[in-house]
């Protein structure tokens, strides 16, 4: 038989060949099918998970200040209930910026200065005279920062406001209930008179949290009239709270947040209008300065309840600025000052001794100051540098869209950097509402900035290709 003789097909060999190809369509019909369903699920759980993030956010904001886990920790937990709700937050923040990242680092790429300094904090526990501490702290650092970066991509600054006026509202309930039911937790002894502090480890972040509250409930009032009565009534809550926490920092700070209100109404005027006002408001505020200035031991004495060296403060600024310049450059390391022995002496010689019997961790009652004893001359560079062209861009913002949102973010900051000139610190902490603010203000005023000028591009371009154009070249 010659070989290139073909043999006819058998006819069973037909039938399987047949059967292996029905076979096979079934497999990729059916992973056809298992895609299609997997890619619905996913697409499920993101949605869920959407729902939940807002949820998420309130919880790690109130965790990040409102809820005090040191000495005075209102829930009293042990320390590994304590250790394991701080782990919770490093995977819960993961999840939350899983789905963003790409964004986020073009954020960072964006926002050059804020990661510089977020570097040094990293990196500081090479130099720090606490490095372990330094290298834990800096994690937690990074978690929150990453947590204002997320906030400004995924919500808008009307949600944004929104979320801060949930967690200013619930911590002034939580600490209403505190207060009447476990006064025990919710009042600081003090002389001559008890202070409310709420949920919070003391008074001064329980004023300073219920006056970010009456500040934003304010500026919620006064854009939304649907629910304004109840926004109202928040405010007023917040102002009962600060009023009995005795916080006359956060009070004062209340009174200049209110009186710059009329700013907002200010940039919408005509030319003239708006010149007169603005000289107005020169002649005004340096009237108030030069009262201030004549009577300034009038006011830190007998309004204020503090003698002439802010109760204590400014031998300790002298001190830490002492030890600041044996190393100007780098400083002590992120958080490794006051928890080296390098601290021992001030803490020994000072007021702050008081720390080492409550077992807490003292600071320079001054956000600049304590930044400059962590990370020198160069990081307090860096954080000015950036807060700077913040400001900067801040003002830009609120002068061209004169939108509501854009002054609260002008209040806030300016909340943020006074609350450091005498009381608590906000610059780059482990563990601060504050920061996760100042955050996300940076990256959605580069937002917005980028938003306007795209749409001026935008209107250049439709402009330039309009028919009337076309017609008249």
Known sequence: MDSTTQTPPNRETGER???????????????????????????????????????????LLLYAEAIDFGPSNPLNLPGNIQQLLNQLTYPIVGLLILNRWKQMVAMILRDPLLWVLLTLVMVSFVWSAS????????????????????????????????????????????????????????IQPGIPTDFWKGIYGHKQNFGRM?????????????????????????????????WFASSKTGLMLLALAVSIIPLKELVKQHY???ALLLVASVLIAGSVAFLLFTHLETIIVDVLGRTMDLSGRLPIW??????????????????????????????????????????????????????????????????ILHLTVLSLKLLTLFHVSKTTESFWMLQILILMVLFNLSETITIVPANQIFWILYVSLSTSVTLQL?????????TRQLRWYSPTTSEAV
């Not at 059916?30 to 949820?55: D, H, N, Y």
């Not at 994690?139 to 929104?162: E, H, N, P, Y």
Request: charged share 20%; proline share 2%.
């Open 131 to 186: 490095p372990s501490i330094s290298l834990d702290e800096s994690k937690a650092c990074l978690r929150i920062t990453l947590l204002g970066v997320f906030i400004a991509l995924r919500f808008s600054l009307q949600d944004q406001i929104r979320l801060v006026g949930w967690v200013c509202g619930i911590a002034a309930v939580l600490s209403l209930i505190s207060v009447v039911v476990f006064p025990e937790y919710g």
């Open 210 to 242: 219920m006056t970010l509250g009456i500040i934003t409930f304010v500026v919620l009032a006064l854009s939304n009239r649907k629910h304004r009565g109840f926004l109202w009534l928040a405010a007023g809550l917040c102002f009962m709270l600060l």
């Open 318 to 383: 002298t001190e830490v600025i002492k030890k600041g310049m044996e190393r100007p450059w780098l400083g002590y390391g992120y958080q490794g000052f006051w928890t080296s022995e390098e601290s021992s002496i001030i803490l020994r010689s000072t007021w702050a001794i008081e720390s080492v019997f409550s077992k807490t961790r003292f600071h320079s009652h001054n956000g600049f100051i304590d930044l400059f004893i962590q990370l020198g001359f160069i990081g307090l560079g860096v954080f």
């Open 17 to 59: 060949d047949c059967n292996d190809i029905l076979f096979l369509a079934g497999w990729i019909r059916w992973l056809e099918a298992s895609a299609i369903r997997g890619t619905m699920l996913k697409l499920e759980v993101r949605k869920t998970f959407g729902k939940l993030e807002p949820l998420l956010v309130v919880l």
């Open 450 to 458: 980028s938003q306007i000028e795209d749409a001026r591009k935008m």
């Open 272 to 274: 003239r209008t708006k």
